[in-house]
Each structure stands twice: as C-alpha cells, then as structure tokens.
C-alpha cells in the first residue's frame, strides 16, 4: 500500500498465512527492491538471499535499503479475511533481531495466535491485532471461508495454490 512492490515473506507453516499480521525484517539486513524479469514484479527480498530465488535470468536491483528504512510501511493482507485488523496496526512492518539470512527470503511472516516469537515482536510494536481462526481440533473456522472446516494441514496445498492463482 505504500509502494507498489511486494513483499517476499517466508514460512514454514502455510496454514498460518490466513491469520498473517505483520511482516519482520531484520533492521540491520540489507534488502534489495528487485524487478523479477518474468512478471515485472517490484519484490523486497534479502540481498544475500538473492541468489537463492533468481531463475534463469537475473533479478534487476532497483535499489537497496536496510531493513530499518522498511519498518512501518503498511501492506495489502495476503488475504482478506481480517483485513479490519489494521485498525488495531495489522498489516505493517516490524523489525526484530531474530530475522536472519540463514534460510528464507529475510523477511519473516507474522501470525502472532500461532508463534511465540511472532506474538511477542507484535507487541514489542505496540500492535494489538490478534485473530485465531482455528478450533481446538486444528480446523479452520467460518472466518476463513475458504478453508473452513479443513485441518489446518490439510489445507496447506490449498493456500498455495490458492496465492498461487493470485
């Protein structure tokens, strides 16, 4: 929303994405504004990162910023379904020192019902957006139209499909 660029977030758990609130990036990590030569897509990945996700042609770096310059700009949910929450702060992002470069794209997925860390950086941020749309048996509930009912990791193929298709 405060640019027109994605953000590349990175998850072990596709089944949280539905409940994401915020993204965390690493305030000292340099990240690179890059142009995908496939879709024309402007996309913010970590720079070391880079040669992990470039396909047979080269990434273009428009610019790079550290982390710091990122925190606080809003995006667009990844899905819809809590999109109120940026009432409460949703839909930002937030920097925290346990981001690496290790593995992922450098820039963290936050679903604070479902991660300790996640839960603990969102209030470190002031930001009171909490939703938990799953039961006690793992199924989605009704908030999550799309996945309601299903086991949380029943529906992981899913939701990639799904933001796939986006």
Same mark, same amino acid.
């Given at each position: #929303?405060?640019?027109?660029?994605? +953000?590349?977030?990175?998850?072990?758990?596709?089944?949280? +994405?539905?409940?994401?609130?915020? $993204? &965390?990036?690493?305030?000292?990590?340099?990240?690179? +504004?890059?142009?995908?030569?496939?879709? /024309? %897509? =402007?996309?913010?990945?970590?720079?070391?990162? +880079?040669?992990?996700?470039? /396909?047979?042609?080269?990434?273009?770096?428009?610019?790079?910023?550290? /982390? %710091?310059?990122? $925190?606080? =700009?809003?995006?667009?949910?990844?899905?819809?379904?809590?999109?109120?929450?940026? %009432?409460?702060?949703?839909?930002? $992002?937030?920097?925290?020192?346990?981001?690496?470069?290790?593995?992922?794209?450098?820039? $963290?997925?936050?679903?604070?019902?479902?991660?300790?860390?996640?839960?603990?950086?969102? #209030?470190?941020?002031?930001?009171?957006?909490?939703? &938990?749309?799953?039961?006690?048996? /793992?199924?989605?509930?009704?908030?999550?139209?799309?996945?309601?009912?299903?086991?949380?990791?029943? %529906?992981?193929?899913?939701?990639?499909?799904?933001?796939?298709?986006?």
């Amino acid at each position: #929303r405060d640019e027109d660029a994605y +953000l590349a977030i990175w998850t072990t758990t596709p089944w949280t +994405l539905p409940s994401n609130l915020a $993204v &965390c990036v690493g305030a000292d990590i340099e990240y690179s +504004l890059v142009i995908d030569p496939e879709s /024309g %897509a =402007k996309i913010y990945l970590a720079t070391e990162r +880079l040669p992990h996700y470039q /396909g047979d042609s080269e990434f273009e770096a428009v610019k790079t910023v550290a /982390g %710091a310059e990122l $925190v606080g =700009k809003k995006y667009a949910p990844i899905f819809d379904y809590f999109e109120d929450m940026q %009432a409460q702060g949703g839909f930002v $992002v937030v920097s925290d020192d346990y981001v690496s470069t290790d593995s992922g794209t450098g820039l $963290v997925h936050q679903a604070p019902a479902f991660g300790e860390d996640d839960n603990r950086v969102l #209030r470190a941020h002031g930001i009171d957006a909490f939703v &938990c749309p799953v039961t006690i048996h /793992g199924e989605f509930t009704d908030e999550v139209p799309d996945f309601a009912g299903q086991h949380v990791k029943a %529906a992981d193929k899913e939701i990639i499909n799904k933001l796939k298709a986006q």
